[in-house]
């Protein structure tokens, strides 16, 4: 049993003109939706498809769903300016919640759902990580570190935090500073004289990373 996909964006488009569907989710629907018909389903058939689906999960709302994903994403970005701005809460919107299939919906009709819920939780998880190494990045205090402790350092920031991205990478500098500091002033690091004392010389960045790489 299968009809081709065409036949199946072509019959939604007629059928559901206000689903404003995007070209990626329409192809990810027809994929999965023309499996159900009979090979000379003819378009009654496959509008009975079709609104079966509908009546599970609104082609409607899914497409409302797509468009805040986006503009999700959208507002996650790194925008350049002197300070960045906190990142946008991810809670669910209470007036546009995510369409949930009925308990008795079909196994199809639960899978489309549960790869819509996965493909939202994957593209929120990229963008905050991709917000969060861009602002480790820019810093000027971490700029020194290798890149393999600074993939150790990203993992230390809490996504999921109420704590903006930008104070929790502040606390990050304040801690490394203070590991390279502490050092310097114990004057226990290669010999050298306490800060406190007036021949002791500034840490270069590769020897203060060397102090982060031993206490971690």
Known sequence: M????????????????????????????????CLKPADDADDEAIDAVLETANDFMSFEEIAREDDRIRTLEANQKPKPEPTPTPT???DPDPNNPTPKPADDAPAWAKKIQEDLEA???EKII???????QSLLDKSEILKGLKPDIKANWL??????SETPFEDQVTALETEYTELVQGVADSGDYAGRAPQGRPDAAKFSDAEAEKIVENIL
């Open 155 to 160: 993992k230390r920031i809490d996504l999921d």
């Open 88 to 90: 946008p809460t991810t």
């Open 2 to 33: 299968a009809v081709k996909p065409e036949q199946i964006k072509a019959r939604l488009k007629i059928k559901f003109p206000k689903a404003n569907l995007s070209t990626k989710r329409i192809d990810a629907l027809a994929a999965k939706l």
């Open 119 to 121: 493909l939202k939780s």
């Open 126 to 132: 990229g963008s905050k990580t991709q917000t969060a």
